[in-house]
C-alpha cells in the first residue's frame, strides 16, 4: 500500500508561546480507516489540518502524494485530501442542497457534465438524490451533516478527514453517518475520523491514534490501542464498555471491542 | 421520597410559532426532592423544549401557543449543551456572581457564595481565569456552577456532554453524582449517551414526537429494549450483552433487574461462572 | 488605573481625549501625543493594540493629512491651481501644511487614546463606568455583550473562511466584484451560526435572572469613589477649561491656526 | 392554574441580544473587512459595516436598524481616532438604519424594488447628513464633495450583497 500522507516531525503553535503540535511523525496508508482519539485541546483538528495544507507546519514536513504541503495552495490540496468541518453550519450557505453541493466541483473549473455526474453520485452517496432542490438550512443536523459530507465526496478526493461527524446526532442519525462512511472506506477512500465516541472507534476504525498535548501518544490497531490503560488514562480517554466488562469480568486477553465480537468470545469459551 | 413534588408539568401542549406540529403533546409529570431524571428520545423529539419548559424558559422567551400549566416550589438553574455560547462573563468569577448581581446581593455574601460554588465544582485556585481558557470539561463544570450560583432547588441540563471528551464528560456526571450524594440536588439531564444516564439517573423518560413514551425508574425502563430499539435509542452495550448472555443461558435473569453498568454486568458474570464452576 | 472607579477611568479618558481637539498646530499636537504615549507606555502597551493602532490610526492620520492639505486657503501659497469645472481654488500654503499635518496627529492622539481605553478595559468595566456616570443598565450592558460577541464573530468568520478554502475557494484571488461576492458567501453561515447562539445567550441571561430594567442589580465589588480621584477629575475640568479659555477664547490664542475652525 | 395563551415572539432580553449582535457585527465589518481604495474622504476606507445595518433594517426590521446603524459605527468611529465624527455618525447611520428598515417594513410591491428604494434613502441620507457635517468639520464647501464616492461606493457594495440575499436570511431566522 502506497503512503498518501507522511508526517515528519511536525511542529505547529497558534501562538508564539504554546506549542500545539510537538514532534508529530506519522504515515497514512492508502485505503486505512484511521481514527484519531484524544482529550479536548490534545491537537486532533490542528494535525488533521495539516494533512490538507489548511495550516503549514512551523517545523517539519508534510508530504501529500509525496509532495510538501508548503509548495501547493490549500485549493490544489483540497483535491486529494477533503476536510470536512465538525460544524456542518459553518460551511453551508448555497440556497439549494445541490448548488451546495456543487460549489466545490465549480471550483475545480470542471465542465458542467462532470459537475452535474459528481453532485449527482455524491448525493446518491449520501442518499439525499431526491432532496437536491431543498433549502438545506432548513434540514435537520443530520441531514446537515450528510450535505457537509457530500460537498467534499463531490470533489472526488482520495482521503476523506471528518472531524466529529457524529456530535450531537442521535443514534439513528450517528448509524447512518458512519454506515456512510464505512461505505465510503470500502470504495476506496482513505478515511481519517476525529471522534471522541470509543464506541465508534471500536466499531469501525481499523488503526487508532492517540494524541496528548500535541504529542502523538499511541498508535495502532484499536486491540493494541485499548489495552495500554495508562496510555488511555493520561490521553483523556476510556476504553468501550465492552472491553472494560471484558476486563472487569476476567476475561482472557484480547479483549473484544465489540458486542459482537465479545458474544463470539463468550460464547466460545462455553461457559 | 414521596412528598410534595417541586415541580409538576399538567397536561402540557407547546406549539412553536414557526413549528410545522407541536413540539409537546399532553405532557403531565412530577419531580420530587432528591429525583435524578434522565430524558432521551430520538432527534427532534422535544428533549431540549420539555426542559426549557420545565425550567420556565418556555413559553415566557419563546412565541407559540402553550396549554396547561408548570407549577414549581423553587427556582430552577438551567445549563446548555454549549458551554462557549451560554458564558456571560470574562471570567470564571464574573460568571458566577451574574445571577446574584441581578438579585442585588451584597459583596460579602457574594464572596461566600461564590467560594462555596468554587469549592462544589473542585475549581477554587481558577476564579480568575477566563471561562474560555478552560478544557471542555472544566468549561461545563463553571457552567454548572453558574447555573447553582443563585441556589436553585433543581437543576436541569441539556446535553452536557455532548462536546466533551470521554474524560470531560466523566468529570461533569462526577460532579453531579456529587450533587446528587452531598446536597441531594434535584437533576434533570437529557442526553444521547445512554450509557452514562443509565450509570447516574434513578429514574428515566423517553420522549418521541413531543409525547412521553416511558417514565420508569432506570432499571425497568432499559428493560424495555424493543420500545428504546423502536425509537432510535442506543440502548447501552452493557446491558446488550446481558440480555445476549441470558437468552444464551450463560446467565440467569437477575432478580434485581438488568446491570446497569460496566462493574455490575461484571459481578453478574463472575457469579455466574463461580456457579457453573462450584456446579460442575 | 486598575484599582481606580471604573468612571474615574471613563472620565479621565474622555478629558484627555477632549485636550487634542484645543489645539490645531501639530507643534502642540505633537507635544500632546508624545505625552500621552509616554502616559500609556507607563500603563503598558498591549501588543496587540500596537499592531490596531498603526493600522487603523496610522492610516486615518495619512489620509487625514492628504485630504486636507490642498483645502486650506489662509497663509502664503506654495503652490496654487484650480478644480476644473467650477473654478474652486486648491492650493498648498504655510498655514495649510502646519493644519494638514495638525489634523493628522489629533486623529493619531485620539485614536491613541480611545484604542488603549477599549484594549484595556474589560466590557465590564466599562459597563460598571458607564453605569457609573449615570447611562441606564440596559445600555450598559448592551455595550459588554458586544464587546463580548466580537470574539465570537471573528472566530466564526476564520472557521467559515478556512471551510470555504478547503472547497477550493481563495479568497485573495479575482477582481473586486468577485471578491465583494465571496464576502456574500461568508454572511450566510455566519448569520444562521450566530442566530442559532442569540436563543441560547437569551436564554442563559434570562434564566439568571437578567432583565431589562432592573432596579436591584448592583455590580459585585464596585469601587467607590476616592477623594484623590474626585479631586483629580474636578482640577482635570479646570485645567481643560482654562485651556479651552486659553487657546480658543483668548485673543493670543496658542496652538491656533485659523480662529473659528474646529 | 390552568392557562392556554400565546406568547410574544421576541422578549426584551433577545432583542437585546440580536442588537447587540448586530452592533458587533456592523462594528467587526467596519473594522476588519475593508478594502482600502486610494479615494479621497473617509480616509479611502471601503468597509463592509453598511452590510450588517441594511441586514439589520431589512430583516429586524428599523429599531434594530437604527440601532445596529447607530451604535456599530459610532462605535468605530469613537474607537478609531474619527471621534469628532461619532456623534454626528450616531445620529446619521442611525437614521439610515431606521428609514431602510421604515420603508422596507411599509412600502409594499415587489420586494428588490422596494429594498433597492430603501437603499436609496439611506443613501441620500448618509450624502446630505456627511456633507454637511462635513462642511462644519472641514470649514469648507468643497472638501466633503471628495467623500461622497466613498460614501456612494460602500453603500452601493453593501446593497449589491444584501439585496439578493435578505429574503433567504429572513426565512432563516424565522426558522430559528
Ligand atoms: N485558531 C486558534 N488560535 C489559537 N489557538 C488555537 C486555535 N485553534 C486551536 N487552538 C489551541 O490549540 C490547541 C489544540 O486545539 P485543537 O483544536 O487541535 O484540539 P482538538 O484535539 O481538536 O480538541 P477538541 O476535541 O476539543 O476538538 C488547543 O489548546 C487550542 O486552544
Ligand atoms: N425555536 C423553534 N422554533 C420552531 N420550532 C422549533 C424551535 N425549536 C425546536 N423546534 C422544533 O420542535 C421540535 C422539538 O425540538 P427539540 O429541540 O426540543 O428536540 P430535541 O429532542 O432536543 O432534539 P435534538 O436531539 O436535536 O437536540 C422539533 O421538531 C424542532 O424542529
Ligand atoms: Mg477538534
Ligand atoms: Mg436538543
Known sequence: MSVVIELNDVWYSYEKEKLVLQGVSLQLKQGEFVAIIGGNGSGKTTLAKHCNGLYKPTQGTVKVNGLDTKTMSVAQLSRIVAYCYQNPDHQIFHSTIKAEVAFGPKNMGWPPEKIEQAVAEALAAVGLSDKGDEEPHFSSKGTRQKIAVASILAMKPQVIVLDEPTTGLDYRGMQEMMELVRHLHAEGHTIIVI????????????????????????????????????????????????????????????????????????????? | MKTEPLLRVNGVYWHYEEGAQSALADIHLALYPGEVVGVVGPAAAGKTTLLLTMSGLIPANYGGHFVGSVESNGEQGIVFQDPETQFIGLTVEEELAFSLENAGWSDERIEKRMAEVLDLIGLNSF???????????????????????????????????????????????????????????????????????????????????????????????????????????????????????????????????????????????????????GSL | MKNAHPSYTLLVFVLLGLLPFLFQDPRALIVLLAINIALIAKLGWERSMIKAY???????????????????????PYWSSTIPLIHYPVQITDVGVLWALGMGLRLANVALLSMYYVFTTSPREIAMGLRGIGVPFSISYLLSLIFRFIPLVKNDLAIIREAQMVRGMSTSEGNVPERIRKYSYLLVPLIFNSLKRVQLIANALDAKGFRMRNSQHRFYRSKRWKKAEVFTLVAGVCIVSALFYIARLHPDHIGVLIPGRI | MDSTFSSRKATKTKTLVINALFIAFTLAATMFINLRLPIMGNGGLIHLGNVPLLIAAFVYGRKTGAIAGAFGMGLFDLISGWTAWAPFTFVIVGAMGYVAGLIAEKVPGNRVFVYALAVAAALVIKIVGYYFVEVI????????????????????????????????????????
Open chain 1, 195 to 271: 471522534t471522541h465516541d470509543m464506541r465508534l472507534v471500536a466499531e469501525y476504525a481499523q488503526r487508532v491514534i492517540v494524541m496528548h498535548k500535541g504529542k502523538l501518544l499511541c498508535d495502532g490497531d484499536p486491540v493494541h490501542v485499548f489495552s495500554q490503560t495508562q496510555v488511555l488514562a493520561a490521553a483523556q480517554v476510556e476504553a468501550p464498555a465492552i472491553y472494560r466488562f471484558g476486563k472487569a469480568a476476567g476475561i482472557d486477553d484480547p479483549i473484544p471491542l465489540t458486542l459482537t465480537a465479545m458474544k463470539k468470545q463468550v460464547l466460545g469459551e462455553g461457559i
Open chain 2, 127 to 277: 476564579a480568575n481565569r477566563s471561562p474560555l481558557e478552560l478544557s471542555g470539561g472544566e468549561k461545563q463544570r463553571v457552567a454548572i456552577a453558574s447555573a447553582l450560583s443563585h441556589s436553585p432547588q433543581v437543576l436541569i441540563l441539556d446535553e452536557p456532554t455532548s462536546e466533551l471528551d470521554p474524560v470531560g464528560a466523566r468529570e461533569v456526571f462526577s460532579l453531579l453524582s456529587r450533587l446528587k450524594r452531598e446536597k441531594e440536588m434535584t437533576i434533570v439531564v437529557s442526553s444521547h449517551a445512554t450509557e452514562e444516564l443509565a450509570a447516574f439517573c434513578d429514574r428515566m423518560i423517553l420522549i418521541a414526537e413531543g409525547k412521553i413514551v416511558l417514565d420508569q425508574p432506570t432499571r425497568q425502563f432499559f428493560d424495555q429494549v424493543d420500545v428504546l430499539d423502536e425509537h432510535g435509542i442506543l440502548v447501552p452495550d452493557v446491558i446488550r450483552l446481558y440480555h445476549m448472555l441470558c437468552q444464551q443461558g450463560v446467565l440467569s435473569a437477575s432478580t434485581a433487574g438488568v446491570p446497569l453498568t460496566v462493574e455490575e454486568l461484571a459481578l453478574y458474570y463472575k457469579e455466574a461462572r463461580l456457579v457453573r464452576e
Open chain 3, 54 to 76: 498603526i493600522l487603523v490610526g496610522g492610516i486615518g492620520s495619512c489620509f487625514a493629512v492628504i485630504t486636507w492639505l490642498p483645502f486650506t486657503n489662509v497663509g502664503t
Open chain 4, 137 to 176: 468639520l472641514y470649514g469648507n464647501w468643497i472638501q466633503p464633495f471628495g467623500s461622497i464616492p466613498g460614501n456612494v461606493l460602500q453603500v452601493v457594495v453593501a446593497a449589491v450583497i444584501v439585496i439578493p440575499l435578505v429574503g433567504r436570511l429572513k426565512k432563516i431566522v424565522g426558522q430559528g
